[in-house]
């Protein structure tokens, strides 16, 4: 059964650091992995999506990153802003089914 | 071109009535997925339907709960003699075939 765990479950930072945000998955046939972007009281947004056989993708000030093999991705973010503050969520589909496993996410606080 | 919609965005049910969640995928999708988050949890998959057809129903609870997506119309998720631990937020996304998932607004149900 697939697990997804993000780690940490908060991250406090002051505007302009450059963070990185942490996933692993347990079984590593999947077939891609998200990351969404979760407002309190709101829905998810896609941030960037990776294909199984893609090592990263990127948009704008955010990169992620995939090694299947050890069951890690990694989502950095450069000059964070008030603006990034928000839940950030992993996902994992399965080879086979198209249904999505999530992460608990972590809480993101950029301080002014 | 329209997002994923889904309404009612809030609804109240007093235990034992039934709620329906309607979701419309966005234009050019044929999957739906329907996820559920309980407070202070992750999102976790319930079921996955094309059109006319359930796919993956994994996620559901065996009673009371049921999802369509017919030829016409919206997708229906229905939950009948709602109970207080159904409260919590329901999200839809669509896709194209092994596609990137784009998410609703959700609907937040209270069951009083």
């Known amino acids: 059964k697939q697990e997804v765990t993000q780690i940490p479950a908060a991250l406090s930072v002051p505007e302009g650091e450059n963070l990185v945000l942490n996933c692993s998955f347990t079984?590593?046939?999947?077939?891609?992995l998200q990351w969404f972007r979760q407002d309190p009281g709101k829905g998810l947004t896609s941030l960037l999506l990776i294909q199984s056989s893609q090592r990263e993708q990127t948009s704008g000030r955010l990169n992620a990153s995939l090694d299947k093999s050890s069951g890690r991705s990694t989502l950095y973010i450069a000059a964070s802003q008030p603006g990034d503050s928000a839940t950030y969520l992993c996902a994992v589909s399965q080879g086979g089914s198209e249904k999505l496993v999530f992460g608990k996410g972590t809480k993101l606080t950029v301080n002014p | 071109n329209a997002g994923v919609m889904q309404n009612p965005r809030h609804l109240v049910r007093r235990r034992g009535q039934e709620a329906r969640l309607r979701c419309s995928p966005m234009?050019?999708?044929?999957?739906v997925y329907w996820y559920r988050q309980l407070p202070e949890e992750g999102l976790k998959f319930m079921v996955y339907l094309q059109k006319e057809n359930i796919i993956d129903e994994s996620g559901m609870p065996k009673e009371r709960f049921s999802a369509e997506f017919p030829k016409e119309g919206p997708s229906i998720l229905r939950i009948q003699q709602v109970v207080r631990g159904d409260s919590a937020a329901y999200f839809c996304a669509s896709s194209r075939p092994l596609s990137e998932q784009y998410f609703g607004p959700g609907t937040r149900l209270t069951v009083t």
């Open positions: 234009k050019g999708h044929s999957h």
């Open positions: 079984d590593s046939a999947i077939y891609n």
